[in-house]
């Protein structure tokens, strides 16, 4: 079974030329970690389906107001892609940015 781009690189980087030496119930253990990242992978490709094809706004911001989440609805409103989005913040898209700057509040899209 092929492993998880993000394992591979984990084993790599912290076991380098060793991983060959790795005991067999070492081996069925990454095999065990390889499947539970390959769970992990489609549920979030299937989260990412649905929080794309809604039509309504659903964002995430963290506490200095860039979004951490987006989805298509909310990009195409802002003119933009998802990946644009991400790591932004309102006053990086507003149309007023004075507005934003002024009161610190960005206006609501409904």
């Not at 970690?33 to 490709?45: C, I, K, S, T, W």
């Not at 659903?58 to 860039?66: C, L, M, S």
């Not at 991400?86 to 007023?96: S, V």
């Amino acid at each position: 079974m092929e492993r998880h781009p993000l394992l591979r690189r984990q084993i790599e980087r912290l076991l380098g030329h060793e991983k060959d030496r790795l005991s067999p119930a070492f081996h069925e253990f990454l095999e065990a970690v390889n499947e539970e990242y390959l769970a992990l992978e489609g549920q979030r490709v299937f989260l990412r389906q649905i929080i794309d094809e809604s039509p309504n706004f659903i964002f995430a911001k963290d506490a200095d107001g860039r979004f951490r989440l987006v989805n298509k609805a909310l990009a195409e409103a802002f003119g933009t892609t998802v990946d644009a989005l991400l790591g932004k913040t309102d006053f990086d898209f507003q149309a007023n940015a004075a507005d934003v700057e002024s009161t610190g509040k960005t206006i609501r899209m409904y």
